[in-house]
């Protein structure tokens, strides 16, 4: 099993930044691919960003994001960031950290297992 833990959301204001970190822990792999989601209140849950692996591996954005948001990797900490700039309202949502042991359930929308969830809140 692998627990994720996410931290760094709270409430900002349009053009402000923020960065998420999710944790890893418990029975974990270097050859894990980790992601980010978030679902918005009425919506349904959307990829944000991923990476195939916790060393190189493919990087993938969502188009919503990719101009905005950068993940970035402490291996030695098992911690996947996620910087994101210029938030908007409409990035508003539950933010999940996700993991697999193979990157295509990841970009699936299905990974095996799933962090709580942080709130960001971007008021206009």
């Known amino acids: 099993q692998v627990q994720l833990v996410e931290s760094g959301g709270g409430l900002v204001q349009a053009g402000d930044s923020l960065r998420l970190s999710c944790t890893a822990s418990?029975?974990?792999?270097?050859?894990?691919?980790v992601a980010w989601f978030r679902q918005a209140p009425g919506k349904d849950r959307e990829f944000v960003g991923g990476?195939?692996?916790?060393?190189?591996?493919?990087?993938r954005y969502s188009d919503s994001v990719m101009d905005r948001f950068t993940m970035s990797r402490d291996n030695t900490k098992n911690i996947l960031y996620l910087q994101m700039n210029n938030l908007k309202p409409e990035d508003t949502a539950v933010y999940y950290c996700?993991?697999?042991?193979?990157?295509?359930?990841?970009?699936?929308?299905?990974?095996?297992?799933w962090g709580q969830g942080t709130q960001v809140t971007v008021s206009s």
């Open positions: 996700a993991a697999d042991r193979v990157y295509q359930p990841v970009i699936r929308g299905s990974p095996a297992f």
């Open positions: 418990g029975r974990t792999f270097k050859t894990d691919a």
């Open positions: 990476v195939s692996s916790w060393v190189g591996g493919v990087v």
